[in-house]
């Protein structure tokens, strides 16, 4: 596991939490302590906080990153056209195109890391039946992921086509969370969550699918881990969330009948 300390970075560019393995791993050590063991010990005797102000101007803030990175992405693959999406290869450090598409990948780094900051709200409002294995993998996995492949392969790439979808989904996701946390109606309906949860489930199978035809273009340089990794992953990911759906809709429904 530590060999990652001893791999040369794919890019020099030292941009901050890219630039060494150390802050993104104090990071994540920080955050799992806190919502497993500190968070839940200093809020036991105390009244959940509301936090609503702060839901509202986190959760705008959420919808507008990710709408600029989708944005910035879109009009640069369009545009530019840098890349073959039947095979993402990253681009040379040399190429016209690579400080925009370093930019684009990097702030969606980023966002991975600020995406940790929902489980803290999850434990200062003791909300934790939302803290699941589910949520704390998907997180944790996300943020390191993405440390560990642009240092070792280097910014965009094959995940790129994962990054947009994903990118997209968290855009309607978080509409989601701010108009819930203004409304509590629409937390208390189950069919905006159920889309949602569908939505991520379509997301993971075109991730699945996007790397298993590039598996089998011919001539294609995309390192076969990273293939076979994001096949997994979209597998995994998959998986849960069926098993999330399965468990949070379907038995709920026949309760309810």
């Not at 450090?93 to 995406?115: C, G, Q």
């Not at 492949?149 to 994903?166: E, S, V």
């Not at 997209?168 to 208390?188: A, E």
């Not at 992953?233 to 998986?239: A, E, P, Y």
Request: aromatic share 18%.
């Amino acid at each position: 596991m530590f060999e990652i300390i001893n791999i040369p970075h794919a890019d020099p560019i030292g941009l901050p939490f890219a630039c060494g393995s150390w802050p993104i791993s104090i990071t994540i050590v920080s955050y799992l302590i806190f919502v497993l063991k500190l968070g839940p010990k200093f809020m036991e005797n105390r009244e959940p906080f509301k936090l609503r102000r702060a839901l509202k101007v986190y959760n705008i803030f959420q919808i507008l990153f990710n709408s600029l990175i989708l944005i910035m992405s879109i009009h640069f693959f369009i545009t530019k056209k840098p890349y073959d999406f039947n095979c993402l290869v990253v681009l040379p450090l040399n190429h016209e195109y690579k400080d925009t598409d370093r930019l684009i990948s990097y702030l969606y780094y980023i966002n991975k890391i600020i995406d940790l900051v929902d489980t803290v709200f999850f434990v200062l409002r003791k909300s934790y039946k939302q803290i699941t294995n589910l949520h704390l993998i998907h997180h944790v996995t996300m943020a390191i992921g993405a440390y560990i492949w642009q240092r070792k392969y280097g910014y965009g790439g094959h995940y790129t086509f994962a990054g947009l979808l994903n990118l997209f989904v968290h855009i309607v996701m978080y509409t989601y969370y701010y108009l819930s946390s203004q409304n509590p109606q629409i937390r208390k309906s189950a069919w905006w969550k159920q889309y949602i949860t569908i939505l991520q489930l379509v997301q993971f199978v075109l991730m699945f699918s996007h790397s298993l035809w590039t598996l089998l273009q011919p001539n294609c340089d995309v390192p076969y881990p990273k293939i076979f990794i994001a096949m997994f992953m979209s597998g995994l990911m998959f998986v849960m969330f069926i098993n999330f759906y399965r468990k949070s809709y379907m038995q709920t429904n026949k309760k309810a009948a």
